[in-house]
């Protein structure tokens, strides 16, 4: 019944700026922690960024940290990331997903508990 689904992927030149959006179906998005994957073209999905489901604290990998914010909106149920500063290497298919494994003091900084994976929403930086 949990569902994500991703959406605000798109074309931009390097340096602009885009707004993702996971919008939540089956919960609040409150009850989990949620975050963002980048899967560049050929690799890994890697995790970017989470929040709390507790007190809505967010972690940033190094390689975003300054240019992506990941945001809760509780009264939409979506999670955004905003992403700022953005260069060719971020390139790619960004994905939410939802820890389900229990509750934790902090989100998963690991990001390897998370699940219940949107459809994905691609972003293209290219000049």
């Known amino acids: 019944q949990v569902q994500l689904v991703e959406s605000g992927g798109g074309l931009v030149q390097p340096g602009g700026s885009l707004r993702l959006s996971c919008a939540a179906s089956g919960f609040g998005v409150g009850y989990y922690s949620i975050a963002w994957f980048h899967q560049a073209p050929g690799k890994q999905r890697d995790g970017i960024a989470c929040?709390?489901?507790?007190?809505?604290?967010?972690h940033h990998v190094d390689s975003v940290k300054g240019r992506f914010a990941i945001s809760r909106d509780n009264a939409k149920n979506t999670v955004n990331l905003q992403m700022s500063g953005l260069k060719p290497e971020d390139t790619g298919v960004y994905y939410c997903a939802a820890d389900q494994t229990g509750w934790r003091p902090d989100c998963d900084k690991s990001f390897r508990d998370y699940g219940s994976w949107g459809q994905g929403t691609q972003v293209i930086v290219s000049s």
């Open positions: 929040i709390n489901s507790n007190d809505g604290m967010t």
